[in-house]
């Protein structure tokens, strides 16, 4: 990968990818969403925070429920993830939702201003989490809800660890460091995990439950073509790999598949962890 490569956001990279997919991925992923939402029960009036909305289609879920006197505040470290968030809340005619670049490491909100918290497959991916959730502790209102989703692990998730596989085995890992330490996609795929850094940041009724569904590719180039394009840490590494390499790794790739193969389709399982904590009195 070339210097230039290594100081591009690989998820500023891939905003307008994952905007033009923006219906394929909420649907593939609506029953976490749905979890989310129904688990901190949003009511009229009351001001909704999403961090790591990415397009912002979970949150648009809430904004119909707190009602013209509340608000939805979609939040995304990439100012185009946070445009096509603005885009899609204008499209559906979302008058009480506001879009901002923030860093769920460092909420720029004050302290106990918030009345519910969700993000879905986002934070696994913050560097600090205990210190995103310290952020999140801090701008909840006292009562305040907080629920997030994140990746389960990978022998229940190939719909994403199948490709890691495959570029494992030619040597190759998207991003840096260690996929199953905090701030890697599988870092908070435990429950202990979750528990420990919840309680330390001073949450109560922390509980964890499965989401398991699939999602759905129309063929070997279809699952390829869409991981390339949405995730950007994959595809940064693809990019920078010679034609040669991607076509072995492809060629791999499409080895691992047949398992789950039926009527020339393809379902890959996913089992995300929904994650639920609330301020105490």
């Given amino acids: 990968m070339s210097e230039q490569q290594n100081t591009i956001d690989p998820w500023e990279d891939v905003a307008s990818s994952w905007e033009r997919n923006r219906d394929r991925v909420f649907e593939a992923f609506r029953p976490a969403s749905e979890w989310l939402v129904a688990t901190v029960d949003p009511q009229p009036g009351e001001t909704v925070l999403e961090l790591a909305a990415g397009p912002g289609e979970t949150g648009f879920m809430a904004a119909p429920r707190v009602g013209p006197t509340g608000r939805l505040i979609s939040t995304d470290l990439s100012p185009s993830m946070v445009d096509a968030a603005r885009r899609g809340a204008e499209a559906k005619g979302l008058g009480n939702v506001e879009c901002r670049v923030m860093d769920a490491q460092q909420i720029d909100l004050a302290d106990g201003s918030i009345d519910a918290v969700i993000s879905r497959l986002g934070l696994m991916l913050v560097p600090d989490p205990a210190r995103s959730f310290r952020e999140v502790k801090r701008v909840l209102r006292p009562e305040g809800r907080f629920a997030y989703a994140v990746i389960g692990t990978p022998d229940r998730n190939q719909w ?115 994650v639920s904590a609330v301020i105490p009195a």
Avoid: C
Avoid at 182 to 195: C, E, R, V, Y
Avoid at 212 to 218: I, K, N, S, Y
Avoid at 247 to 268: N, Q
């Fill in 160 to 274: 994403m660890s199948l490709l890691m596989g495959a570029l494992s085995q030619h040597g190759r890992q998207p991003g840096s460091g260690n996929p199953f330490a905090l701030g890697g996609p599988f870092g908070l795929s435990s429950s202990d995990t979750n528990k420990e850094l919840l309680t330390a940041a001073g949450f109560a009724d922390v509980h964890t439950e499965e989401l398991v569904g699939a999602m759905h590719f129309d063929s070997a180039d279809d699952y390829w073509n869409l991981q390339t394009e949405i995730a950007g840490p994959v595809r940064q590494l693809v990019a920078s790999m010679p034609p040669d390499e991607k076509k072995a790794v492809r060629t791999t790739l499409e080895g691992m598949l047949p398992p789950f193969e039926s009527g020339g389709h393809y379902d890959l399982p996913s089992q995300l962890m929904g």
